[in-house]
């Protein structure tokens, strides 16, 4: 244990502490924009280098920065001498120099930590004024905005990028003023190996990172009475709406959801889930084929896009092993043109399909040239959390004061096993309950595969299912994939089935959410909230789902049938490792 | 292959036995002497002895620089019967044939001699006659750096085979830490006590790296010992390596210096079919070998974090310390960055030992610095002098004062991040800490000397168009820190800013050097802050008179015609804008909305008809 003086207060802290993490033991809130600390995700980003967090160190000749400067034995800080605030207003003084002062209108507006640091320093002018950067603003891809301009150098993006993704795309370029966060040669995203994942959209505490809005074409869908507007609501979204209106993380909110989706006007509301366990009937199908035949296993789950699209830059020759089955999002589409708009009479074009998401790669994937037939989307229009949340602000619906109400059918039904796609591991978990069911020929009752659940980047575990030892692994964040996936081509490890997820602890914590910021716990609440939805639900195997079942029956035959690849199953390209 | 401290010892005896010719005739060929245009020289040098058929009475060396910038090409005429020895400057192949005629190291008519003071005082020598004293430069000028013989004849690697056969490591370190050497690079950290730190550290891997990556504009003291005597530096990483347990040896050089690396790469080849590189060196047991990677010429990688990472790959900035790469440097491994020059001075501590290195320079800072010594000065050149050693001297006695017969105004020390000292400090001794004290810095050894017709303003907007240049843009205060302190300045040289804008400089340039994240942010206000300190008055000259007191910045200066104009109209056939007008023998006027303030009728103007405001 060390000993040092905060602001004239004495304690002890562990070996290895940071003044920040210190003075946090202080209730001292040290103002931070470049660091990061998530630890239930094992993500720590400490460079020092927007230097808004120094204090003043007695005996050093310059002011240290708190969240990388390591606590000594004896030392005397002081958090907010003159000098520190000084020096802190300065610091935040120039970053506003060299940022657009257009708040009122910026998509960060309200989220931005640049801007809650104006606030809470009690800037009224700026004494340093001079040259601003101007950088064209990357618009053209699908999921992610790049306004260079708003860009305050705090490299969070870099890390996520490449420590935690290991994706590579964004790195400093430049230098000195011109110096700034880019893709190789800065060429725009879709250019690039970018996976669209968001991570980056996640961490940037300013408005140079934001999500593709489609906002406004879910009004003009709405508002099109040519059209039968269906929505679909992906599993991690009831869990963290409720956060946009001061509701607790992880309140459930899937019934205030469905009421509030109902106000706004669409025609249907549906549930992603279903297609989850659509998903699971179809990969499940493909597992135990390939496990019966001990053929091109390990299976690699599909649902996630920016994990197809990472693997399909930088691992093109494992491109056998992740399953054919197409992602929940995009099996709803295809099923809601087809099977839903037979039962309404409807042709495709005259149905309009829009997902909630947690995902920014969903509006990507959505956009895959695969998921359309002769120019009709398989889905429409893709928003996230935060962009409902937006328009429901924008339509006056009080969410949190909302009653509840349920699904339409027939895509509205779902099982136990459909949302827990939502946390990292549910995807295994929902698969080993319906192979468990189909290869022992029972309704097994032991359904809780709990040794795949949480939040750690890599798991493993070996499970008895219908008496064969099936060793899964199940991976959060690509670069713990990468990890995985590099041992299985050094030969390292062995594995039967594979779940990936792109983003650390799986679509709960995807880059669509509410900004989770550094609070660890949000991410433990929403995780906890999908395992209680899945103990609450009458029925918990895909395989079970009547409506699934039904579906089957009218419509795709059987799972793996000649109509099911068809509609439901994709084919992957290999892309360009740059 | 020497595979013993016995067979190295026999061969320098060999060497040193070896009967000479009566003529020894160095040529500098460094980088500088090359572009001055010493190969023709050489060429000639060779030519007439051979056209001559004397080639038994001369022996050509080419050897590095000789440090005389001034005077280049320079060459050196060392008669071995009596040891007689003179250096010639500015010769031209012309020179050549009298040289060779002369026969002897005496003044011929119509070619430079150079002063005593610039001769290379005797390496072995305990007494210093004069105000240099060459421990790093002990070889540089005098051996041919692409023989390997020429270096062991000069006592080479003798150090090496001490510390290597006779030495335990903490002996060696000991050794440094007692000689009281620091680092050269600029911070002046000392260097037994980084190795100790590195030694500490359990790890089978650990990597010795020099830092060859010179960066400030105006300095070469490094490639001069590169260029010049290379095997002296790769002798002192070896024995680097050996202390701290390190078996890896790196040079990180910029790519820009050509020669400097071919030497190198030279030099280690050499080594290494000695055996004085490689595996069980000298029969010690210990492996010690050397590779070179190159800098892409970014000045942040001198600072040593930066320097790792572009090594590993990575983008070339720095990151915070702790840990310090003696704990965890490349690739994670326990790193030791010494500069060029700081090598350079070990093999003689350990071959003397450290109380004869204390005995050179201060209490606080035994041994020499070399300085490139440039700008307005007499003699621009390389000098190495006791630390301790005041500027005057310096600039005075070994640069021959001022260009011209102008006033001294300034000299800035340290690189574009240190401060400029005005006159009246100029007695200071050199050391690390009065340099600081006086708010500039050692840096690596760069000396700019600035006098009257020098505008401390524009001086410091120079080198901070430099900082805000080389910043990575890593750190706030640098990256937007520094852009608007030069904004400002321009705005001062410009004559449009007010007092307020005056002390928002000075805040900022004080809060900058408080928070940045490396040296080079912490230090690049220094220019600033200095002029500030010592020329406070021409900085409100531009803002309340807004006038340039040196006449430099061109919006604050104009030009007038006096009535000594007798019309002889060459200031308006100079003049590129046309804007003097006047018939010929008739008194010319400016048309001031047109000029450009260029100054080539004030300089043209042989009657002083033209007035400077």
Known sequence: MLTLTINSTKLEVPEETTILEAAAKLEIKIPTLCHVAIDCLNIEHKTGSCRICVVEVEGRRNLAPACCTPVMEGMVVKTNSLRAINARRTMLDLLLSDHPKECLTCEKNGNCQLQDLASEFDLHHLLYTGEQSIYPIDLANKSIVRDLNKCIMCRRCEVACNEVQTVGVLSAVGRGFEAVVGPCAMLPLHETKCTFCGQCVSTCPVGALTAVSYKYPVWQALNDSSKTVVVQTAPAVRVAIGECFGMEPGAVGTGKLVTALRMLGFDAVFDTDFAADLTIMEETTEFVKRLKDNKNLPILTSCCPAWVKFFEHQFPELMYMPSTAKSPQQMFGAIAKSYYAEKLGKKAEDITVVSIMPCLAKKYEAAREEFSDNGVRDVDIVISTRELADMLKEAGIIFESLEDSDYDSPLGESTGAGIIFGASGGVIEAALRTAADWLSGEDLEDIDFKAVRGLEGVKEATVNVAGTELKAAITSGLGNARKVLEKIQKGEATYHIIEIMACPGGCLNGGGQPYVGDSDDTLEKRKKAIYQIDMDKKIRKSHQNPDIVKLYDEFLDEPGSHKAHELLHTSYTPRKDI | ?613
Not at chain 2, 147 to 173: C, F
Not at chain 2, 212 to 241: C, K, N, Q, W, Y
Not at chain 2, 283 to 304: M, N, P, Q, R, Y
Not at chain 2, 382 to 389: K, S
Request: charged share 25%; hydrophobic share 35%; glycine share 10%.
């Open chain 2, 1 to 613: 292959m020497i595979d013993n401290q016995k067979k190295l010892a026999e061969l320098a005896t060999d060497l040193n036995g070896r009967s000479k010719p009566p003529i020894v005739i160095q040529v500098s060929m460094g980088t500088c002497g090359i572009a001055a245009g010493t190969t023709p020289v050489l060429e000639k040098f060779k030519e007439e002895i051979a056209n001559k058929g004397v080639g038994d009475d001369f022996e050509i060396v080419e050897t590095g620089c000789m440090g005389l910038c001034h005077s280049e090409p320079t060459i050196r005429v060392i008669d071995t019967v009596t040891g007689d020895t003179m250096l010639y400057g500015n010769v031209n192949p012309e020179s050549v044939e009298h040289i060779i005629a002369r026969k002897a190291p005496k003044p011929i008519a119509g070619i430079n001699t150079i002063e005593k003071s610039w001769y290379y005082p005797e390496d072995e020598k305990d007494e210093f006659d004069s105000l240099q004293a060459k421990i790093v430069l002990r070889n540089t000028g005098k051996v041919n750096p692409e023989k390997i013989d020429d270096y062991i004849a000069r006592k080479g690697y003798e150090a090496m085979a001490t510390a290597l056969t006779g030495m335990e490591a903490e002996e060696v370190i000991d050794v440094i830490t007692a000689s009281g050497l620091r680092g050269r690079g600029g911070g002046g950290f000392p260097t037994g006590k980084k190795w100790s730190f590195a030694a500490a550290q359990k790890s089978e891997v650990k990597y010795m790296i020099c830092n060859a990556d010179e960066g400030d504009p105006g300095a070469f003291m490094d490639r001069a010992v590169l260029e010049g005597d290379p095997h002296s530096v790769l002798e002192a990483m070896t024995i680097a390596g050996y202390a701290v347990g390190a078996n890896h040896g790196i040079v990180y050089i910029r790519a820009e210096y050509p020669l400097a690396i071919k030497r190198l790469e030279l030099a280690i080849d050499q080594a290494r079919t000695l055996g004085l590189l490689g595996k069980n060196i000298l029969g010690s047991g210990f492996d010690f070998d050397i590779e070179l990677k190159f800098g892409a010429g970014a000045f942040v990688c001198g600072e040593e974090t930066a320097l790792i990472h572009s090594i590993e790959g990575k983008r070339g900035e720095p990151t915070f310390k702790p840990p310090f790469p003696a704990v965890s440097g490349l690739w994670g491994k326990p790193t030791i960055v010494n500069n060029v020059e700081t090598y350079a001075n070990m093999p003689a501590i350990i071959r003397k030992g450290a109380d004869w290195f204390r005995g050179i320079g201060t209490e606080r800072t035994p041994g020499t610095k070399v300085f490139a010594l440039a700008g307005k000065v007499d003699k621009v050149g390389l000098v190495e002098v006791p630390m301790g050693t005041s500027m005057k001297d310096i600039i005075f006695e070994l640069g021959g004062g001022i260009r011209g017969g102008k006033e001294f105004k300034a000299v800035q020390t340290g690189g574009p991040s240190g401060g400029c000292i005005k006159a009246e400090n100029l007695d200071t001794p050199i050391e690390y800490e009065t340099l600081i004290e006086l708010g500039s810095m050692m840096g690596s050894g760069g000396m700019i000397v600035m006098d009257e017709d020098d505008c401390m303003v524009n001086i410091a907007k120079f080198f901070l168009d430099f900082t805000v240049d080389e910043s990575c843009g890593k750190c706030t205060p640098c990256r937007i820190g520094n852009k608007r302190l030069h904004e400002m300045l321009t705005k001062i040289c410009d004559g449009v800013a007010d007092m307020n804008t005056f002390d928002k400089l000075k805040a900022l340039a004080v809060t900058i050097k408080d928070t940045a994240l490396c040296g080079l942010g912490q230090t690049s206000p220094n220019p600033v802050l200095s002029t500030i300190a010592n020329f406070e008055d021409e900085y409100l000259a531009h803002i309340n008179d807004k006038k340039c007191p040196s006449g430099v910045c061109k919006n604050l200066i104009s030009f007038t015609i006096n009535e000594n104009c007798v019309g002889c109209t060459m200031c308006a056939r100079q003049c590129p804008v046309d804007c003097i007008s006047g018939s010929a023998k008739q008194p010319h006027v400016i048309d001031q909305d047109k000029c450009i303030k260029c100054g080539l009728c004030y300089q043209s103007c042989k009657f002083h008809a033209i007035d400077r405001h």
